[in-house]
């Protein structure tokens, strides 16, 4: 899902750097690219490059701007959801971008058409950058998703289902058909239920115990077995015994 960040910014800015730097992580690849990664940056025409194991360093720009945004836009400020967070960070940066940056000796406004003359132009292909994953839908009608558990219509039990998940939403199809959508969350080991599927969870649940007590009883029936098989075997008579031990005494 870092491509899928990295390709929004490169449609929000209109161009494509010629190289971009990540961590040596295993959603990207760890001393070696991913196949999705690698045909992500075929895609856009740009390099990646891969940092070293536990080296800060190799980014300090990157760590840099992150405190920036802690210290300068997100301390005092309070946020209820991931899209107000990201409209509070819009109004805030034309702000913060047209204020004088001594280390870069310009306004950021005035420094990013600069850079953007240097990148290279976006793609007539937008990449992939969606998780993709079929699955046959469990018993409790929940599919994961980035460790998050989200409802399906539970009328699809067993059968496979295609769960894809983008930055803003989890859809789930079957043959083509959207059977669920929710919107993603970015925190972990959560459960997103939707209650449509909780009710007709319900309603095949009654309709099955009302089937089940229409079912017309059976009785078992064991099998005794017979005590003459065991005579046979071990030919003993029991109508001329008795004559024979009276003859005897």
């Known amino acids: ?131 993709r994953n079929s699955v046959r839908l469990p018993r409790d009608y929940y599919v994961r998703a980035f460790s998050n558990d989200y409802s399906v219509d539970p009328t699809m039990i067993g059968r496979v289902v295609d769960v894809s998940a983008s930055l803003d939403t989890v859809s789930v199809h079957h043959d083509g058909v959207l059977i669920a959508e929710h919107r993603r969350k970015w925190a972990r080991q959560l459960t997103v239920t939707d209650p449509a599927h909780v009710a007709r969870a319900a309603e095949l649940r009654a309709q099955f115990q009302a089937q089940r007590a229409r079912r017309p009883a059976v009785t078992a029936v064991v099998e005794t077995a017979s005590l003459a098989r065991y005579d046979e075997l071990f030919r003993v008579d029991i109508e001329t015994a008795p004559t024979e031990l009276a003859v005897a005494s």
């Open 1 to 131: 899902m870092c491509s899928a960040g990295c390709g929004r910014w490169c449609r929000e800015a209109g161009a494509v750097p010629s190289r971009l730097t990540w961590d040596n992580e295993s959603g990207i690849g760890r001393g070696k690219l991913t196949e999705p990664v690698s045909a992500f940056a075929g895609t856009l025409g740009t390099q990646i490059k891969l940092l070293k194991a536990r080296d800060p360093e190799s980014k300090g720009m990157v760590e840099r701007m992150n405190q920036f945004f802690r210290s300068r836009f997100m301390s005092g400020r309070a946020f209820t959801s991931p899209d107000d967070f990201n409209e509070q960070l819009a109004s805030w940066l034309p702000v913060a971008n047209n204020r004088l940056s001594r280390s870069r000796r310009g306004r950021p406004n005035d420094l990013i058409s600069i850079d953007r003359a240097a990148m290279r132009g976006l793609p007539p292909m937008a990449p992939e950058v969606v998780f």
